[in-house]
């Protein structure tokens, strides 16, 4: 395992020394090892050693290079996308931004709007909504609800997620919005606010339309945030049955029998669309995102997606190896009340790494040093460089962790007589 930190003092917060005033960035690493080596500015000897037991191969740290996961593993599928949501790291994508049909896992989208209407309280999971004859009349899966009938919101909502019911689906979106069109204008603009740039919706079913697509990116997007925004409601995805009227149906997601932690979320299936899912699983601490679409019958569909998850828990592993706002180093102050300021990543820090790659992780801290006063707590001041051979580094800004004021006459005569007699170090690049 390799682990370097670089830092740099400009040439310009050089030539300023008589002025007493830091400033520019003008940066230039010199050799490692080099005399400019300072054991004030050295990582600590308890940093160095939490590094040697996390830092594990970083192959993936927000995302896994498209060509790299694909290389990895391919699909059937005419699109898929597959995600570990614990470090946000893409594990495999195929066509994830073409716009396709969704068929009915477009009803993932009616319900985050369902969930959001009931999260600000215009709605309650016992409110009735009474059955249209549009409603009733739908094609397709259906939960059999009958024209006029009063039906609790709860129960539609199962309809929806267990028996993939278009009927149920319509009498959500008339009892919200007063007609599915309306809805589906409503979905549009919340789907635009959301960032979902390759998804557009005509009504609230995924009944066939030439103008409705959705592509696989914002598939596993929607199912991301019903499971982070919404987890009261999110064990709903994993009931396997459901009656209503008489009639008993099966949850049609084939993986929440197979006990491999799958626990959400939709299929779909129409003529133009294929065979899709978009599924999640859960196993400890990791939790996978997947959808896949364009599989030629169910059996393939089950069986892909059963794969997919499989292959994804077992050939990686994900690990936290620095959390939010601690600190990793220590960094030189230029003119400051303090003389030194410490460096702490803006977020954690979350890798998903193949097993069996170990001691290829290379990580540098790089900041233009020393840094000049004052320093404002939380800004960022430097980054965390994390890479593979192979794979673009991936960078994590670094906070300082406290706040330095500009030091008083004394530190400025210091600071004067330290560029007189050439104690400032040079530009270097140091190891540890």
């Known amino acids: 395992m390799i682990a370097e930190a670089c830092r ?10 008589r002025k007493w005033l830091a400033q ?3 940066c230039r690493p010199v050799i490692a090892g080099s005399a400019a080596t300072s054991a004030r500015s050295r990582v600590p000897d308890r940093l160095r050693r939490q590094i040697g037991r996390m830092l594990l191969p970083v192959l993936a740290l927000a995302l896994v290079s498209p060509a790299f996961a694909e290389n990895l593993q391919d699909t059937p ?23 396709l049909p969704p068929a009915s896992m477009l009803k993932l989208m009616t319900l985050y709007m369902v969930f959001e209407a009931l999260e600000r309280g215009n709605l309650s999971m016992s409110d009735e909504f009474r059955t249209s004859a549009k409603a009733a009349g739908m094609g397709g899966s259906k939960m059999f609800i009958r024209e006029g009938e009063l039906v609790s919101v709860e129960n539609l909502i199962r309809g929806v997620i267990v028996q993939s019911g278009n009927d149920a689906a319509v009498a959500l979106a008339e009892g919200l919005a007063g007609t599915e069109e309306a809805f589906a204008r409503r979905m549009n603009q919340r789907a635009a606010e959301l960032g ?8 609230a079913t995924g009944w066939p339309h030439p103008d409705q697509y959705m592509s696989s990116r914002d598939l596993v997007e929607i199912a991301t945030l019903l499971i982070e925004q919404f987890p009261q409601y999110y064990p709903m995805f994993a009931e396997r049955e459901f009656s209503w009227d008489g009639v008993h149906q099966q949850n049609r ?5 197979l006990d491999i932690g799958a626990d959400g979320l939709k299929t779909g299936h129409t003529e133009e669309a294929g065979y899709g899912l978009v599924a999640s699983a859960k196993r400890g601490e990791r939790r996978v995102v997947m959808a ?6 169910s059996a393939e569909r089950a069986h892909e997606a059963e794969r997919l998850i499989n292959w994804a828990f077992r050939a990686f592993e994900t690990r936290e190896l620095f959390v939010k706002d601690r600190e990793l180093a220590r960094a030189p102050v230029w003119i400051g009340a303090a003389s030194h300021v410490g460096l702490a990543p803006v977020r954690d820090v979350v890798i998903t790494a ?12 790089i900041y233009d ?4 006063a004052p320093i404002r707590k939380g800004s960022t001041i430097g980054r965390l460089e994390i890479a593979v051979p192979g794979i673009p580094p991936v960078n994590v800004p670094l906070i300082a962790t406290d706040e330095v004021e500009r030091g008083g006459f004394l530190t400025r005569i210091q600071a004067a007589t330290q560029l007189l007699l050439g104690n400032v170090m040079p530009d270097r690049l140091r190891s540890f």
Do not use: C
């Open 196 to 203: 979902l740039e390759n998804s557009h919706f005509e009504n």
């Open 253 to 257: 997601n084939p993986l929440l029998s």
């Open 292 to 297: 896949i679409v364009g599989m030629q019958n």
């Open 369 to 372: 040093g020393p840094i000049a």
């Open 8 to 17: 740099f003092i400009s040439r310009d917060q050089r030539n300023a020394g």
């Open 24 to 26: 520019g960035t003008d």
């Open 77 to 99: 599928a005419r699109a898929a996308l597959v995600v570990d949501l614990s470090s946000d790291a893409t594990l495999i994508e195929k066509n994830a931004d073409e716009r």
């Open 354 to 365: 193949p097993y069996g790659n170990i001691d290829q992780a290379k990580l540098r801290i």
